[in-house]
């Protein structure tokens, strides 16, 4: 029987929050409840279009799970299979740029069957026993779903019994994450782990995690005090279970990012543990108190009592009587030198003898008007040096009993001291020493201050290299480098790669010479130049020298290669060579002259097939005319072509007996076709569109048309839909190519002068690999031959190249 899980799942979809995302669902095959397939299913595109898809798929999967009744591994290659065909018949149906590729994760359960299904980029994470294994597809089931015309799943049977977790997450998760902090945060409580998950992949744009795990046992759950308590909002009891005994899918474990949400959560569980204790104490019964009985031998307690306040009585007397002689005694002493030793009375207690009775303190008496000192009094104290002081006293009673004796007026010495109602007059005996400037203090206060705040916060501030700056740094690289290795798509790749580099560059000059550190930069290094895929040719060959050919530098725009020769449209001297495979010397067929009505060149192709006896090369002029050269005959003669009434052409290509021409200007390709080797008739427009306001040269291959623009935009035109090739993992994009050449494969090869390269793309558009050579110096053009060898022109030289 198929017990209930406990399911939470959050979503960031267009970097906004969400309980659950498209690209996620639970689902259930057909039968019983307590006996059926139930399927978790995280998608991911390798493109945005995919990524836009996925949620298509995996709304197919949940409707065919629903009608199937199968063992667990046929539920699980049907729901595969189904997501090939959904992929496959929208690619067959899209063009180039909108098809898409998927990465798939399935956990599956049935009773005591658990399986993890993947195809393309994709990672599951299983955590059982307190132990965490990251579950990710082998070289065979890695291509992307839809890459391939079948998709055959990686099965991988797994134990999951109670208190085991399984965790779905997109590839892109794995930016922000690696896999101790995943081992780590599947520990946590169900509610805690998704924060932590959220916290960790929140910058992210596209993600979707789904958490599923297996209850604990009931004993396990009465053991667990002090556990944080989830309150779950789908109406489940507090294990989890929902009252039907489906799997309870918990939205309320996905958490927002308001603090005042949070401390409402956090008073509540306070509030709940507060209630718990006064239930506890409520539960425990107050004692009685009882009245106690007098003990035996009251009596003689009585009369010690007595005894006692007899005792106090008699004290108080003796002290009123000592009060009063003192009086007396500084009333007759008023003309004296000093002051009589009975001036103060001792303050305290009345009584000398402790009382078992406690006695009553009287409240403090107000201090007489006369207390304070007068205006004139302190004047003339001031002016006096020296001179008998006579004090006067004030008798007051207590209230306890017995009498005070306190001064009236106290003379003072000097202006600066304090006046104080008790105590004698002290003498002055040493000088005061002089206050500091009040800019002193405030200077030394400021020095003390910038003292504390450098000790505190500079090493932080101003100290790059100390701490743990260089291992974050580290970490951070060995996170892009993981995520590098799963990400399909190669520019992204590419920029992760180069992320991790610069932070292990950075992590050297902070940390110094590391051997650990010095493995990862080479790593990183490595995994670049993979991307890169740099190759050197099998064999390069000169053919021709045309370094000293005429009076300057020759700079070919166009190549064109037959037979027996090779073709180039030099542009500095407006001329057209002609140069022999054979190695033998140059010639030019074709030169600038208005006498002659020979106008600058501009384009040249070469025509065979259909509407020529033999192969003609076509050139076409500034003055809008159209020349054809015949190497068998050596012969030049012009050529009837209908060219539209204000067309200015820039490029022509031939294919299957059909002339193109590129008019950026009017935003169109025109074609014409051959009749007894002239252009008759007029043209048809087989492409307009804004896109060709830009391009430069032309190419048709394969009835695809392909147009280059001096940026290095390089476009595909497939009937009236445009395709722009992303060049996506090409460590410089192309600056000013030439044409596309065709490489065979549906490969396109393109010659790049501003990095003196040659660039292999896939039909995709995506960089495939590059030809480096010291040869290939100031490349300008390139053209393939009928078997596949390839032609460069480079540093005033043409070469025959074996890739």
């Known amino acids: 029987m198929t017990e209930p899980l406990q399911v939470g799942q959050f979503a960031i979809v267009d970097h906004e929050p969400v309980d659950c995302g498209p690209n996620g669902g639970i689902f259930h095959g057909k039968g019983p409840a307590g006996d059926r397939a139930e399927l978790f299913v995280v998608a991911e595109g390798t493109t945005p279009a995919g990524e836009a898809f996925a949620g298509h798929v995996v709304s197919a999967i ?59 980029p994709s990672t599951v994470f299983h955590l059982r026993q307190g132990a965490v294994r990251a579950h990710v597809p082998d070289e065979g089931h ?23 977790r399984v ?3 997109s590839t892109a998760a794995l930016r922000y994450l690696d896999e101790e902090a995943i081992e780590g945060i599947l520990r946590l409580p169900g509610e805690q782990a998704l924060r932590e998950l959220y916290y960790r992949v929140r910058e992210a744009r596209n993600v979707t995690v789904l958490l599923v795990e297996h209850p604990a046992a ?63 104490r409520a539960a425990i019964r107050q004692p009685e108190v009882q009245v106690l009985a007098l003990a035996a031998g009251d009596e003689a307690f009585l009369s010690r009592v007595e005894e006692s306040r007899a005792r106090a009585s008699a004290a108080r007397a003796a002290l009123v009587s000592l009060a009063l002689g003192a009086a007396k005694s500084v009333q007759t002493g008023a003309g004296g030198s000093g002051r009589g030793a009975g001036g103060r009375v001792t303050e305290g207690r009345a009584s000398f003898a402790r009382s078992l009775v406690p006695e009553r303190l009287a409240p403090k008496p107000e201090p007489p008007a006369s207390d304070a000192p007068l205006c004139e009094e302190l004047a003339a104290s001031q002016q006096a040096t020296q001179r008998t ?38 003498e002055r005996g040493a000088l005061a020493a002089p206050a500091p400037p009040t800019w002193l203090v405030v200077a030394v206060g400021l020095a003390i201050l910038v003292s504390l705040f450098s000790f505190v916060f500079g090493p932080s501030l101003f100290d790059s290299s100390g701490g743990q700056r260089w291992e974050d740094l580290v970490d951070l690289a060995q996170q892009k480098l993981a995520a590098a290795e799963v990400q399909a798509d190669p520019a992204a790749r590419r920029q992760l790669l180069q992320d991790a580099q610069a932070l292990l560059l950075q992590a050297r000059e902070a940390a110094g010479t590391n051997a650990g550190l010095e493995q990862w930069i080479a790593r990183a290094r490595e995994a670049l130049a993979a991307m890169d895929a740099i190759r050197t040719p099998a064999a390069v060959e000169q053919i021709g020298d045309l370094s000293t050919f005429g009076d300057r530098p020759v700079t070919p725009s166009h190549l064109t290669i037959t037979s027996t020769d090779a073709y180039l449209l030099d542009t500095a001297s407006g001329r057209v060579i002609r140069q022999p495979l054979t190695g033998d010397l140059a010639t030019a067929i074709y030169s600038e002259d208005p006498a002659a009505g020979l106008a600058r060149p501009i384009a040249v192709t070469l025509a065979e097939g259909p509407g020529f006896a033999e192969p003609t090369l076509l050139i076409f002029d500034a003055s809008r005319r159209l020349w054809g050269f015949t190497p068998s005959s ?40 051959a009749t007894d080797g ?32 001096a940026n290095g935009t390089v476009r595909r035109f497939s009937g009236q839909l445009s395709l722009t090739l992303s060049q996506a993992g090409i460590d410089t994009p192309l600056v000013n190519p030439a044409p596309a050449q065709p490489f065979g494969e549906g490969q396109l090869a393109f010659a790049d002068p ?24 100031a490349v300008s053009a390139l053209a393939t031959g009928r078997d596949g060898t390839g032609y460069v022109f480079a540093n005033g030289q043409l070469w025959r190249v074996r890739w």
Do not use: C, M
């Open 634 to 673: 050596g012969a030049l003669q012009p050529i009837l072509f209908a060219l539209p009434p204000g067309a200015n052409l820039y490029d022509l290509d031939w294919e299957a007996g059909t002339l193109f021409g590129l008019d950026p200007a009017a935003g169109a390709v025109y074609a014409w076709t």
């Open 142 to 164: 890695a291509a992307p779903v839809g890459s391939l015309a079948t998709a055959e799943p990686q099965l991988t049977r797994i134990e999951f019994g109670p208190g085991d």
């Open 218 to 280: 009931p004993e396990a759950e009465a053991e667990a005090e002090g556990a944080e308590v989830v309150i779950d909002a789908t109406g489940g009891d507090a294990s989890g279970r929902a009252p039907g005994g489906e799997t309870a899918i918990q939205p309320s474990l996905f958490f927002t990012d308001d603090q005042h949400e949070w401390d409402l959560a956090r008073a509540r569980r306070q509030l709940e543990a507060v209630a718990e204790r006064t239930r506890a």
């Open 678 to 709: 002239a252009f008759g008739e007029p043209p048809r427009e087989v492409l307009k569109t804004p896109d060709l306001a830009g391009a430069r040269r032309l190419a048709v291959i394969d009835s695809e048309i392909y147009t280059t623009d």
């Open 389 to 426: 002081t006579s004090a006067a006293y004030s008798v007051s009673f207590t209230g306890e009993g017995g009498f005070r004796a306190r001064p009236l007026v106290r003379p003072r010495r000097r202006s600066t001291a304090r006046w104080r109602s008790h105590g004698a007059i002290h």
């Open 167 to 169: 965790l779905l997450l």
């Open 62 to 120: 949940g409707q065919l799970v629903a009608q199937l009744d199968l063992s667990l591994t046929g539920t699980l290659r049907h729901a595969f299979a189904e997501a090939a065909r959904n992929v496959l018949d929208w690619n067959r149906k899209s063009i180039a740029q909108h098809r898409v590729a998927l990465g798939l994760s399935v956990f599956a359960r049935r009773g005591h069957q658990a399986v993890i299904a993947q195809a393309g």
């Open 754 to 777: 501003a990095a003196g390269r040659v660039v292999v793309l896939r039909s995709d558009g995506t960089f495939d690999h590059q030809y480096r050579h010291p040869e290939f110096q």
